[in-house]
């Protein structure tokens, strides 16, 4: 069975802070996929960052970063110099080689101060 | 990146009739999409996945004859919702993942449909 959990339901950062959101797995799989999705109001998914569990580098998109910790099976993200436009809800999500199914965590409501 | 379409964007319906959602792969090839349903504020829960030229095979919990999922073609699926009632209302979203794409490991979602059930 797979499980992610995202035990931050809700998060505040100032404008050009850093933030990171956190997200534990669990999965019998030996081989999987881990992402990071945003949500904004509007409803649609954005695509932010993939890591495989077999990649030895965490992953970076620009200002995104994943901080993957196999051992402890987290996969928390880091957003860098935070935006206004970062204001949103945020998925962690797993992908098992043997399901081939994305599953979600709860969601973290991340919100910007200006 | 890859384009997932949804049609429509929002439906209202009466009571006991049922609506019908179409998930467009607008740029790719999808021999496998999947069926979200998102509450307000709350995670998104597969209900289904939908492969083509086959049955769905649907999560646990999830009523197959209220929800049916047809994938006819490698860029259309549809989720009717029958006979809906005010439970049913919800976020309704769709997604696909492009075999064919270098970045094969993303999975690309639709806009979501939000079904409003009177």
């Known amino acids: 069975a797979q499980k992610i959990t995202q035990t931050q339901p809700g998060m505040f950062v100032q404008e050009k802070e850093a933030v990171t959101l956190d997200c534990t797995y669990d999965t019998s799989d030996q081989s999987y996929g881990l992402f990071w999705y945003k949500q904004p109001s509007s409803g649609e998914m954005i695509f932010l960052i993939y890591q495989g569990s077999y990649d030895e580098q965490n992953a970076t998109e620009g200002r995104y970063s994943l901080n993957f910790q196999k051992a402890r099976k987290s996969a928390n993200l880091v957003i860098s110099a935070s935006q206004l436009g970062d204001s949103a809800m945020y998925f962690c999500?797993?992908?098992?080689?043997?399901?081939?199914?994305?599953?979600f965590g709860q969601g973290t409501t991340l919100q910007v101060k200006p | 990146g890859a384009v997932v379409s949804q049609h429509p964007s929002w439906v209202i319906c009466k009571s006991g009739t049922s609506v019908k959602i179409e998930c467009r792969s607008l740029d790719f090839q999808a021999t496998t999409m999947f069926w979200y349903r998102q509450f307000p504020k709350q995670s998104l829960m597969l209900m289904a996945t939908?492969?083509?030229?086959?049955?769905?095979?649907?999560e646990q919990g999830v009523e197959k004859d209220k929800f049916l999922i047809n994938h006819a073609s490698l860029t259309l699926s549809t989720l009717t919702v029958t006979s809906a009632h005010p439970e049913d209302s919800s976020f309704y979203i769709c997604s696909a993942r492009d075999r064919g794409s270098p970045t094969y490991n993303e999975q690309f979602f639709g806009p979501g449909t939000r079904l409003t059930v009177l």
């Open positions: 999500a797993m992908r098992g080689v043997n399901t081939g199914k994305l599953i």
């Open positions: 939908s492969n083509e030229g086959s049955k769905a095979t649907y």
